[in-house]
């Protein structure tokens, strides 16, 4: 069982550490535990539920699906098909599915203004 860590970016507060199974969607799994992170839509067209990720096995190449690499390209200007899945990339958190590893993930601050 994997452990999900949110972390505030802002001023580095653990928000929540949380325990997940494999393929637990990450916005319905701070949903469930009250974690204070933005959403609206819950289908990765409105683009408020930004993240970066930390995990084993970075950076390696990242396939994003047509709907967030749309969504990431109108807000940050993201025009690959691949991306690398670094720290620094930001990511729509309910495009995001846990792996069986450990996952951090950095709360953008400005997603939550």
Do not use: Y
Not at 25 to 42: I, K, S, Y
Not at 74 to 79: A, N, W
Request: glycine residues 8%; charged residues 25%; hydrophobic residues 40%.
């Amino acid at each position: 069982m994997p452990t999900v860590r949110f972390i505030r970016s802002v001023d580095l507060v653990l928000v929540a550490e949380v325990d997940a199974e494999v393929g637990d969607n990450l916005t319905d799994l701070a949903r469930f535990h009250e974690v204070p992170m933005p959403w609206r839509c819950g289908q990765g067209t409105c683009g408020t539920c930004l993240v970066r990720l930390e995990h084993d096995g970075q950076p390696q190449p990242l396939a994003m699906r047509g709907i967030e690499r749309n969504v990431l390209k109108r807000i940050h200007g993201i025009d690959a098909v691949e991306v690398d899945d670094s720290p620094q990339t930001r990511r729509l958190a309910c495009h995001v599915t846990v792996g069986d590893t450990p996952l951090t993930v950095w709360l953008d601050p400005h997603a939550m203004e």
